[in-house]
């Protein structure tokens, strides 16, 4: 089946780790998307790509890091500058030009030990 | 800047009733477009219906539609005969126009939390 995978679905992170999150996806879309959502919050962006070895910053982007090495796969490093990780990632894909819709994977849920 | 507002923090309705789920968006641009989300407890958000600006129709898909009044800047989700299957956070979401490098992205209210009772 077509879709998007985030990996794991949930991360624990120890002060000053780095974690990775993973998105992949495989509905040969050519543009992908990192939200965060905080309870009782919308989502907001944090990094985008529409295609490969290019990524744009989103609103949120400070402590947070990405490449764009394949077409599937996007993945999404918290790094310890982030001093407040703890919320819900969602990563998500469309074809570009963005006429057409995001497409969400599952989340992956972060807390902080 | 973008702007999506969507004053109902909560909302009840009974089973077999519809609801409408309000949104307000704020733009200068002449093109863009106006989505609605479904996120149930599991997290995953979930497309529902779309309308471009150009659109003359209101967007229908199954048991959604779109309430979209352009003058007031207002697109509404209408949900008719509920299920206890809707209750789920929803959210209403709108797409920059392309300009290469803002890449049509999506600004998000925060959601309106609706529950479906027997």
């Known amino acids: 089946d077509g879709g998007i995978t985030q990996s794991p679905k949930y991360l624990f992170r120890k002060e000053g780790q780095n974690v990775t999150l993973s998105c992949e996806q495989n509905l040969n879309h050519d543009a992908m998307y990192w939200y965060r959502q905080d309870p009782g919050q919308g989502l907001r962006l944090i990094y985008y790509s529409q295609i490969v070895n290019d990524f744009q910053k989103g609103d949120i982007a400070e402590g947070y890091s990405v490449s764009r090495e394949k077409k599937e796969s996007f993945p999404l490093t918290v790094t310890s500058a982030q001093k407040n990780p703890t919320a819900f990632y969602l990563c998500?894909?469309?074809?570009?030009?963005?006429?057409?819709?995001?497409?969400f994977g599952p989340g992956t849920r972060l807390l902080v030990l | 800047a973008q702007k999506i507002t969507q004053t109902q923090p909560g909302m009840f309705v009974q089973e077999k009733e519809a609801v409408t789920l309000d949104c307000t968006y704020d733009?200068?641009?002449?093109?863009?477009?106006l989505f609605w989300y479904k996120q149930p407890s599991s997290g995953e958000m979930i497309f529902l219906i779309y309308q471009g600006s150009y659109d003359e129709q209101n967007a229908t898909e199954g048991r959604y539609s779109l309430n979209f009044q352009k003058a007031r800047k207002s697109a509404n989700l209408v949900i008719s005969a509920s299920q206890l299957g809707d209750s789920a956070m929803y959210f209403c979401?709108?797409?920059?126009?392309?300009?290469?490098?803002?890449?049509?992205?999506?600004?998000f209210g925060r959601g309106t939390q609706l529950t479906v009772w027997p």
């Open positions: 998500a894909s469309s074809i570009w030009p963005s006429s057409e819709t995001q497409y």
């Open positions: 979401a709108m797409r920059d126009p392309d300009r290469g490098s803002t890449l049509g992205r999506l600004y």
């Open positions: 733009t200068s641009d002449q093109s863009y477009g």
